[in-house]
């Protein structure tokens, strides 16, 4: 038996079709909860936001088009949805409230951590940054956005968000370095 | 990896987020706990039951609007007095009196005093000409559209009817005006509108690896689809002082991301312009009726409208239309005539009489002021009363304010299509009406004319509607669309102030406008 294609599953749950809506939600799932890994602090706040983004998605389905791919667009929609989530809980504190790097901190171990590949490395230690900082490197250096469009997406001015930037480079350097030298 | 700049940190992240393996990890620390998807289940199943009571509620709604609707209309105006008079029927005429002359030219006497008199005419109260007369009967012969434009002074301009044998029995009953200029039909559209947003949105999560080159991507092992894959598009070439991404990230531009489905703008504005065929509908309260038989007319709106978008499916409009009420009508007068206040015209070879009067119209009792002229054959008694048959013309113009709720599915390509509903406050902003003398029920009665004195008493300074409509428009930019909205209009108040009888106006028609949206 084929595997239906994503415009089949999309049309199905369009429709309102329970069994296209779950394997929506199965083919996507597991690359999706690697997104919202990146953005909490924890596989709770992760599950969380996982499950606001798909709710989002099945809400915004019709306004699929069918241009590019689905995986691309769910994903948008999942980083909007944990953005929101973040920004509830008061998240983007500005830059001077945030606590200082200190060695001794980085001396810390991440939890969790094993040599699995790069990509559960850098989850750990992103999930290890404060929430402002951890949201700025992640929509700059990893999504690709300008710092004018990360302070509209966000709600903070631009100074902001490149001093957040700024020091989430250094604190993640800081705990890379650390890793390395562990290993 | 000891020491590395700002780019290389970031190259870094991209690279390691985006090398993910296909499959879950054994521990299963990027899988999301199962409870996940029944809370999505269980959300998803309740948003399906309200949508359910939404479109239940809906149905009964329409339901019970088109029962009162029907229930509105199966009500029968049946008014204390006798029926406005017809004027397609033969009005009774009235006979001369026995102790009138019969012939003026047997009374020689009287003829020899006529011709001797010395009679100021002055100047008749209206002077009808040549023109004006050909106008009247030649809009006796055609349908007349008489839009009102604001412009025509209502100066009792009148036909004169050259009536010697008295009751026209042949005389045709008013017709109404033909509907105005068709709405020019729309030229061929221009191709969807390009999707202003960059030409590839592929965006590529951890694990699914789009190196330029390989073959089947291996996307494919993790979704397990059969068939050919679906060609993926390239990503464009990274848009000036951006940091140059890896290829085979296929990474989406910056603008795809900011404002992404951004097919909803919130806030919008257009121009429309309209034809209405309205008319309204009578219902009885009290013991008069309205005079004469009416029936209803096309009329031109314009109009701005704004609104707000506040959810996806959901917007708020308002705005400003310039409408109006047109009613015609036949209508009966009687005139009263008084022997000492006629003068003779000696250029007409006429008796001119004058008498202010009171007529009830559309919007309430009109002013009015009468002119006849009677024949010198033709003697009358003093306070003598006769019909005389007008055909009115009303036009009452308001600034409309509507409020309207839309609602609007999911928009796939440029077509797009809303359904409405709302009330409209209409502020009353003039009214104008124009008569046209139709005949008299008497013989001898000749040049009648009436003239405005005043405006409709029982005009309502404002009244309400219920409006029901919907909306297909055409999207030709993501800034701009073309729209024809179909409405149809129902008074729910009064357009008679405090007459004796309510009268409701009731509206159809279609509009074409032009929307812009800013946001």
């Not at chain 1, 699929?64 to 504190?93: D, H, P, Q």
């Not at chain 2, 309740?46 to 239940?56: G, H, I, N, S």
């Not at chain 2, 598009?233 to 951006?242: N, S, T, Y």
């Not at chain 2, 959810?311 to 008084?338: N, P, V």
Request: a positive charge; charged letters at 25%; one cysteine or more.
């Amino acid at each position: 038996m084929h595997e239906p294609t994503d415009i089949q599953l999309v049309q199905g749950a369009q429709r309102g079709d329970a069994r296209c809506e779950e394997a929506l939600y199965r083919r996507f799932s597991v690359p999706m909860f690697r997104v919202c890994l990146r953005y909490a602090a924890n596989r709770d706040e992760a599950r969380d936001m996982l499950q606001e983004g798909f709710m989002r998605v099945f809400a915004d389905l019709g306004d699929y088009r069918g241009e590019g791919s689905l995986e691309g667009w769910i994903r948008r929609v999942v980083i909007r949805a944990a953005l929101r989530w973040l920004r509830k809980r008061r998240a983007f504190e500005p830059a001077d409230l945030l606590p200082e790097i200190s060695g001794d901190e980085a001396d810390d171990p991440a939890d969790n951590w094993n040599e699995t590949g790069d990509l559960r490395l850098v989850t750990t230690l992103l999930q290890q940054l404060p929430p402002g900082y951890r949201t700025v490197l992640n929509l700059y250096a990893i999504e690709g956005h300008s710092h004018e469009e990360i302070a509209a997406l966000l709600g903070i001015s631009v100074g902001t968000s490149r001093s957040q930037l700024s020091k989430a480079r250094a604190m993640l350097k800081k705990m890379l370095k650390h890793e390395l030298i562990q290993r | 990896m000891n020491s590395f700049n700002d780019n290389e940190l970031d190259r870094w992240l991209r690279q390691s987020a985006g090398q993910g393996p296909e499959q879950p990890a054994p521990d299963g620390w990027d899988t999301p706990p199962e409870d996940v998807w029944e809370q999505l289940r269980a959300g998803l199943d309740q948003r399906r039951k309200r949508r359910r009571l939404f479109w239940a509620a809906w149905f009964f709604a329409v339901i019970g609007l088109a029962g009162i609707a029907w229930y509105a209309g199966s009500t029968a105006f049946t008014p204390s007095r006798p029926q406005p008079f017809r004027a397609e029927e033969n009005i009774p005429q009235i006979k001369d009196s026995p102790n009138t002359p019969s012939s003026f030219g047997e009374n020689k006497k009287l003829q020899h005093h006529f011709k001797d008199a010395k009679i100021e005419t002055g100047r008749p109260s209206l002077t009808i000409s040549e023109g004006v007369e050909n106008d009247v009967l030649a809009a006796q012969k055609e349908i007349t559209p008489p839009v009102i434009n604001g412009r025509d002074r209502l100066s009792g301009v009148l036909g004169v009817l050259s009536d010697n044998s008295g009751p026209a029995a042949g005389a045709k009953a008013y017709v109404a005006p033909a509907p105005g200029p068709d709405i020019a039909p729309m030229k061929s559209l221009p191709t969807p509108f390009p999707d202003e947003r960059p030409a590839s949105t592929v965006m590529s999560a951890p694990g699914h690896s789009r190196i330029s080159g390989t073959g089947m991507s291996n996307a494919q092992t993790a979704r397990t689809a059969v068939g050919a894959p679906v060609p993926l598009p390239v990503a464009p070439a990274p848009l000036p002082g951006k940091p140059a991404y890896a290829p085979f990230l296929n990474l989406p531009p910056v603008s795809a991301l900011i404002r992404p489905q951004k097919d909803h703008p919130s806030v919008y504005s257009g121009l429309a312009t309209g034809v209405f065929f309205t008319t309204r509908k009578l219902k009885h309260t009290g013991t008069d009726a309205p005079n004469g038989q009416e029936s209803g007319g096309w009329i031109w709106q314009q109009g701005l409208s704004l609104g707000w978008k506040f959810h996806r499916r959901w917007a708020i409009e308002s705005g400003l239309q310039r409408t109006a009420i047109h009613l015609q009508a036949e209508r009966q007068l009687q005139f009263r005539y008084r022997l000492h206040q006629e003068q003779f015209d000696q250029q007409r070879f006429l008796y001119q009489n004058t008498a202010n009067d009171v007529m009830e119209t559309s919007f309430g009792a009109v002013e009015m002021r009468m002119d006849v002229g009677r024949e010198p054959s033709r003697p009358i008694n003093d306070l003598a009363v006769f019909r005389v048959v007008l055909r009115t013309d009303e036009q009452a113009r308001y600034w409309r304010v509507p409020l309207t709720l839309r609602w609007s599915p999911a928009a796939r390509g440029p077509w797009q299509w809303n359904l409405a509903g709302g009330i409209g406050l209409n502020f009353s902003d003039g009214y104008e009406l124009r008569m046209a003398a139709a005949r008299a029920n008497r013989p001898g009665i000749r040049g009648i004319s009436a003239r405005l004195s005043g405006n409709a008493n029982g005009l309502a300074p404002m009244t309400t509607d219920l409006q029901f409509g919907g909306q297909l428009a055409y999207r030709l930019s993501r800034r701009c669309a073309l729209s024809l909205s179909p409405e149809f209009r129902y008074g729910l108040s009064p357009m008679y102030r405090s007459g004796p009888f309510r009268s409701l106006a009731v509206s159809g028609g279609v509009q074409a406008g032009l929307f812009l949206y800013f946001k």
